[in-house]
């Protein structure tokens, strides 16, 4: 059944209470509870170890919860009659590309193509449309044990998208790409996002997450946090602004602190306010500034990173090691 489920469901994965243990080991993934929505990019966080290669398989129903249950499309994953079902409605994109070495390009397509059920026609158009969008169709007739890590990627990715499912589910994406094949695929999910389609991915690239993903998930065994990442920077840190001034001094780390900034400091010419009140304090304090003799060159905030958030969050979980 190429496509998988067609209804239009506008969650397109629920986690309720998502537990995987292994015997004589912690959890790997302890009540986990979540939901993926229809058209959104959707990433999963956190050091090695932290469960988001286990998380995906669940969610993918490639393996099962050993407490709580997924549904993909309102589809419970535990059901044995409807996995084809499930499977035919994701791309999945594992960690390992996991293609036959000995085959060319376009035969692991074909192979794959034909096992959801779709005519050679069909494959063959998918194919060339997607092997072209990443630039090696006219190495489709090439051995895939003669590429590159890169480039298997890519055959990889194409075959996750062969069917044309409704959710992609990519496990570390770029993985082996250089910058311009990097680029290249995010471009890709974006546009697959456009298109309508639900992307889940797990990434160690933080700035990737940050400027692709609506929302993400980080995760060490449970879930930390999940937010926007605009929110999530906003949860963690104080209003940060920077104002730059002609020839500052110690002066105007007092008179910003009098004007209620509860941290101030100077770099170079920077004076770095804490200010999570910023459209209340930032006009008196510029006013004072101005009234004191200081000339201001520029105010502007200063932009919090993903990185800095997910460190964050690791540290008050007792450290960020992997």
Request: aromatic letters at 6%; proline letters at 5%; a negative charge.
């Amino acid at each position: 059944m190429a496509g998988g489920i067609q209804a239009p469901y506008r969650d397109v994965i629920v986690a309720t209470e998502l537990t995987r243990s292994y015997r004589g080991a912690p959890p790997a993934v302890e009540r986990l509870s979540l939901t993926i929505r229809q058209g959104e990019i959707f990433a999963l966080l956190g050091p090695n170890g932290a469960g988001k290669t286990t998380t995906l398989r669940m969610l993918s129903a490639l393996i099962q919860p050993t407490g709580g249950h997924v549904e993909v499309l309102g589809i419970d994953t535990r059901d044995p009659h409807r996995i084809d079902e499930i499977h035919n409605s994701l791309g999945i994109l594992p960690e390992v590309a996991g293609l036959y070495e000995s085959l060319t390009a376009y035969r692991n397509l074909q192979f794959f193509g034909r096992l959801h059920g779709l005519s050679d026609s069909t494959i063959y158009e998918r194919s060339r449309d997607l092997l072209s969008s990443f630039e090696i169709w006219e190495r489709r007739d090439e051995k895939v044990e003669t590429f590159s890590k890169g480039m298997k990627q890519k055959v990889a990715v194409v075959r996750a998208m062969l069917h044309d499912p409704p959710c992609l589910i990519l496990d570390e994406p770029v993985s082996g790409l250089d910058p311009e094949a990097a680029k290249t695929l995010r471009d890709f999910i974006l546009d697959q996002r456009r298109q309508g389609k639900t992307i889940v991915l797990s990434t160690h690239n933080l700035d990737d997450a940050d400027r692709l993903s609506d929302r993400v998930a980080i995760l060490r065994s449970r879930l930390l946090a999940l937010d926007t990442p605009a929110r999530l920077k906003e949860r963690l840190f104080d209003r940060v602004v920077a104002v730059e001034l002609a020839r500052p001094d110690a002066g105007a780390v007092e008179i910003a602190r009098a004007a209620g900034a509860q941290g101030a400091q100077l770099e170079g010419r920077r004076l770095i306010l804490d200010l999570p009140d910023a459209e209340t304090t930032l006009p008196e304090l510029n006013a004072r500034l101005v009234y004191a003799g200081y000339r201001i060159v520029y105010v502007q905030p200063v932009v919090r990173t993903l990185e800095e958030v997910y460190l964050k969050l690791l540290e008050s979980e007792g450290g960020a090691g992997g």
